[in-house]
């Protein structure tokens, strides 16, 4: 099944302050990565923005009324999060991207990759933050909920907990969001503890892994828990928020995971959903701000995507101190929602 990749100039018309981390230049080298892979032949399709509706499913209509408010002008919507004359219009393209990449995955054409500015993972219901405008993923798994899919999975391994995602779904029990990230560290949120509420409850799996946790403890937890408990829950469409800023280049995170531990990680998430979902699977960028660093893994995603590129032997698990440290707590937490860990 063909690789679809979406991508567009206009990401880089997203301005920030200088010497902000989420800068220009991250577009810049998604784009370079992307006219790479349409000169080989493949399928790079420019999004169409997310409609007010589309976005209504993850956001509240009054805060969609605020970033709109915004358009053509420039302000500072949280410590970190800014936007300039271009930023409604770009963040829009970005949830159009993500809507895109789950319709193609769902539609059995093949898997998807969108490279994406600004990150939305941090977004909540009504709040901007960390970066984010809109939370693309949440909109693409809320798409596709709309469009008759019983189940979606979102596997979030960005370095930086996915707070907006979490309480989107929290309560939902149609959305399984796993994420592995870095602990203690910003935004604050993602214990083993926080499990989802009410019907949401065993739907929430968050692995919080002490800084210096490197591909073999990724990997670890991708095999020991990420992997059984998304077969268990048997989505419809696996969405993975990939952050690269788990790199041990990144600036930002204090984590070791090289670019063929990213590619290990993409490889098993693409075996998961080839197994579990008939290979619906819709890959949307988050973090990464080395820029070397995010077009390698950038590059390395759409090698395996396409089938161009196998993924590279996993490193043994004798080493991964820090995921046996955390998947015990984790495991303590998890258990009574799933019995088999």
């Given amino acids: ?115 994406v500015r600004p990150p939305g993972h941090h977004a909540e219901r009504g709040r901007a933050m960390g970066f984010c405008v809109y939370n693309n993923v949440a909109v693409a798994a809320a798409y596709a909920l709309h469009r008759g899919a019983s189940r979606v999975a979102v596997v979030d391994i960005d370095v930086h907990h996915g707070n907006g995602t979490q309480w989107v779904f929290y309560e939902d029990p149609r959305v399984l969001y796993v994420s592995l990230h870095q602990d203690p560290f910003y935004p604050g949120t993602g214990a083993a503890d926080e499990v989802g509420r009410g019907a949401g409850a065993g739907f929430t799996v968050n692995v919080p892994l002490a800084a210096g946790a490197d591909d073999a403890d990724y990997l670890l937890v991708q095999a020991s828990l990420v992997t059984p408990v998304v077969e268990a829950f048997g989505p419809d469409l696996l969405l993975v928020s990939a952050g690269f800023d788990a790199h041990v280049e990144d600036p930002l995170g204090s984590m070791k995971v090289t670019t063929a531990g990213y590619a290990a990680l993409i490889g098993h998430l693409r075996a998961v959903a ?15 701000y080395d820029l070397a660093a995010l077009a390698a893994c950038s590059q390395a995603t759409i090698d395996l995507l396409s089938g161009d590129a196998e993924p590279p032997p996993l490193p043994g698990a004798e080493a991964a101190t820090r995921a046996r440290a955390a998947l015990g707590v984790v495991l303590d937490a998890q258990r009574r929602f799933w019995p088999g860990l």
């Fill in 1 to 115: 099944m063909p690789l679809l990749v979406l991508a567009s100039e206009r990401f880089a018309e997203h301005m920030t302050p200088p010497g902000h981390p989420e800068r220009s230049q991250r577009a810049e080298v998604m784009d370079v990565v992307a006219r790479a892979w349409s000169a080989r032949g493949g399928a790079l399709e420019a999004p169409a923005p997310a409609s007010r509706e589309a976005l209504a499913r993850a956001h509240d209509e009054g805060y969609l009324d605020q970033i709109e408010g915004l358009r053509g002008r420039s302000s500072m919507l949280d410590a970190d999060t800014f936007t300039s004359p271009e930023t409604v219009d770009v963040a829009r393209l970005a949830a159009g991207a993500a809507i895109r990449a789950a319709e193609y995955a769902l539609d059995g054409r093949g898997p998807a990759f969108a490279l």
């Fill in 274 to 288: 080839d197994a579990r979902c008939q290979g619906r699977l819709a890959i949307v960028t988050e973090g990464g």
